[in-house]
């Protein structure tokens, strides 16, 4: 059972609003991420870490940004919140043992972002 | 240019019966494929996965099978059960370069299996 967890689930909020959506794992995971997806269409990668103090940019374009300070979080801040922004936004985590293996990614519950 | 295909949105079978689940792919340097479940206002669970190696991977009641000459892979659910209604997405990692850490997705199939 995995061990990933987002808050909040829903939040709307108002155009101009900082946002940050919470994501924390207790697995140890060192590779975390996170996706955005629409309704019917494909999640999209948006922001990615292989660390602590490590993270880079995924092949969706977002003005989001994010930190990651601890092994267990990977916040995503939003500094002022668009009615583009509304989506969801998932999260997830992976072991990354090496380069050359593949460890399947845990996904958290999401987050349910409307702006208004 | 979507490089993971899933081409049916929705999926209707009988409790019981055979659900058949496709992907097609266009990028000839993925090597591993993966099955999620996602329920509404869930995150994707992690199914079955097949390395390009295989051509045949069974976990119980599912079994991904790849045709790398077609670029298809298929999730079979034998027997379908309500339980199995949600949306299934099929992924691709291409691991060449140290860049295992990468998914591609498809849109989803909704399944619902009726009672």
């Known amino acids: 059972e995995a061990d990933i967890y987002q808050t909040p689930r829903y939040l709307v909020i108002g155009t101009g609003k900082k946002i940050t959506l919470e994501c924390s794992q207790t697995?140890?995971?060192?590779?975390m991420y996170w996706y955005q997806q629409d309704p019917g269409m494909e999640l999209h990668l948006i922001h990615y870490?292989?660390?602590?103090?490590?993270?880079e940019k995924g092949d969706l374009s977002s003005e989001s940004t994010v930190s990651r300070i601890r092994t267990e979080h990977f916040p995503l801040t939003l500094e002022s919140a668009r009615p583009s922004h509304t989506s969801q936004y998932l999260c997830?985590?992976?072991?990354?043992?090496?380069?050359?293996?593949?460890?399947?990614?845990?996904f958290g519950p999401g987050t349910r972002l409307t702006v208004l | 240019d979507q490089q993971v295909k899933q081409n049916s949105p929705s999926l209707s079978v009988q409790e019981g019966r055979i659900s058949i689940l496709n992907c097609d792919y266009t990028n000839s340097m993925f090597d591993y494929f993966l099955w999620y479940k996602k329920y509404p206002a869930e995150g994707p669970t992690f199914l079955i996965s097949i390395s390009s190696i295989k051509d045949k991977n069974e976990d119980g009641r599912f079994t991904v099978f790849l045709n790398k000459s077609a670029k298809h892979l298929s999730l079979h659910i034998v027997p379908s059960q309500p339980g199995d209604s949600a949306v299934y997405f099929c992924?691709?990692?291409?691991?060449?370069?140290?860049?295992?850490?990468?998914?591609?997705f498809g849109k989803g199939t909704l399944l619902t299996v009726n009672p």
């Open positions: 697995m140890g995971h060192d590779k």
């Open positions: 992924a691709a990692s291409d691991r060449s370069g140290g860049s295992n850490y990468k998914l591609t």
């Open positions: 870490s292989y660390g602590v103090n490590s993270t």
């Open positions: 997830a985590s992976s072991e990354g043992l090496d380069l050359f293996s593949y460890n399947e990614q845990f």
